[in-house]
């Protein structure tokens, strides 16, 4: 089907771990609480209620700073098994409606329903349709973007949380992106955002005014991106079978670090990412990867592998501090840290169907 005539929902689940907590627990119900870490300080916050990000706890956030900001705010241990079975029950709900199913993780998926088994006709039906299920059967909330394509549905789910539903049609898509401030954008973290607007490149209408030489030149290869999604275009199809290469994260820091106690806690902030992405796309890795940039901007990755398959997030991170301590620094400050995992376990049920390899994470350097 033409890219211009699709019909695409993107569905995020509302604070997926958290509010199955919730949902089990009623004694959480209201109450600011966190997945992951703990309670003495140690760890990092793996996903928050909205009761603790109204006081600003976020996730990869250091339980400590997560304490300090709500002091009230309960840790609970994840339970992981749970949440990949009511991840089942929601894409069983998906597939009422159609075949076309592109999971990104255990919470969210695009749907393309332009042709949908029921004959509905209305992506915005479908969508209310589906919120209303998960909702009656599984007890939680969801939030649905619906538009022309997948970006502008991803980022149209996000607009109204928790429990939202956002349509942008396809004339409204320009103007939308036009005025859609440029950290926004699905993919531009902090670092790039900072770095646009130190450019003076403040919305997507900003974006627009640079030819798409001028985008590489200051953004590397993602520069021919923003130059198509500034102007509302996106071809890419759902794909209902995706090859995950590889899964990381990495983040650029907002100065250099030359401590290696520094780069340690970073390497742990960074793993617990990891290791979030990892069980909620239910991969384990044979090959963990180290990347280290220095202050002037060249960059080297190590790497070490196992005889068997993992997503243990002390074996992530302790690899990846023992590939940085075999780091000829030469006494260069560290601007960026990276880990990630390929070399992937074949699942058993994993469709033996052609696929199109695809990146997990469109832009895996933001965490």
Not at 26 to 49: D, F, H, I, N, Q
Not at 217 to 233: C, D, E, N, S
């Amino acid at each position: 089907m033409p890219p211009s005539q699709r019909k695409i929902i993107h569905i995020d689940m509302d604070a997926f771990y958290a509010s199955v907590e919730q949902r089990d627990f009623p004694e959480y119900r209201g109450k600011p609480l966190a997945v992951g870490g703990s309670p003495t300080g140690r760890g990092v916050v793996a996903t928050a209620s909205y009761e603790a990000r109204k006081f600003g706890v976020r996730s990869a956030m250091p339980s400590r700073q997560a304490i300090n900001l709500c002091p009230n705010i309960i840790f609970v241990h994840p339970r992981f098994e749970v949440y990949k079975s009511v991840s089942r029950s929601i894409r069983e709900i998906f597939s009422r409606y159609t075949d076309l199913i592109e999971p990104l993780s255990l919470d969210e998926a695009y749907l393309d329903v332009s042709e949908d088994k029921l004959q509905i006709g209305s992506a915005m039906e479908i969508a209310r349709r589906i919120k209303k299920e998960i909702s009656d059967e599984l007890h939680l909330t969801a939030s649905a973007g619906v538009s022309v394509n997948k970006f502008v549905a991803k980022i149209a789910s996000d607009l109204d949380k928790p429990n939202g539903l956002t349509f942008i049609g396809p004339s409204k898509i320009e103007r939308f992106m036009d005025n859609l401030p440029v950290e926004k954008f699905h993919g531009v973290g902090k670092v790039t955002a900072d770095k646009m607007k130190g450019m003076q490149l403040f919305t997507g209408a900003d974006l627009k005014k640079l030819s798409e030489e001028e985008l590489v030149k200051h953004f590397g290869k993602t520069g021919h991106f923003y130059y198509q999604i500034v102007r509302g275009i996106d071809d890419r199809e759902v794909q209902t079978h995706r090859e995950t290469k590889s899964l990381g994260a990495e983040d650029t820091f907002t100065y250099d670090l030359t401590k290696p106690e520094e780069m340690y806690k970073e390497l742990d902030r960074i793993g617990v990412v990891v290791f979030n992405r990892l069980q909620k796309n239910q991969l384990k890795g044979r090959t963990v990867t180290l990347k280290v940039k220095f202050s002037d901007f060249t960059q080297i990755t190590r790497n070490h592998s196992f005889l068997t398959p993992t997503n243990d997030l002390d074996t992530i991170t302790d690899t990846a501090k023992m590939l940085l301590d075999k780091v000829e620094m030469h006494e260069k400050p560290v601007r960026l840290l990276g880990i990630s995992l390929s070399n992937f376990q074949e699942p058993e049920n994993k469709s033996k169907k052609p696929r199109n390899p695809e990146q997990l994470e469109l832009f895996p350097e933001f965490l």
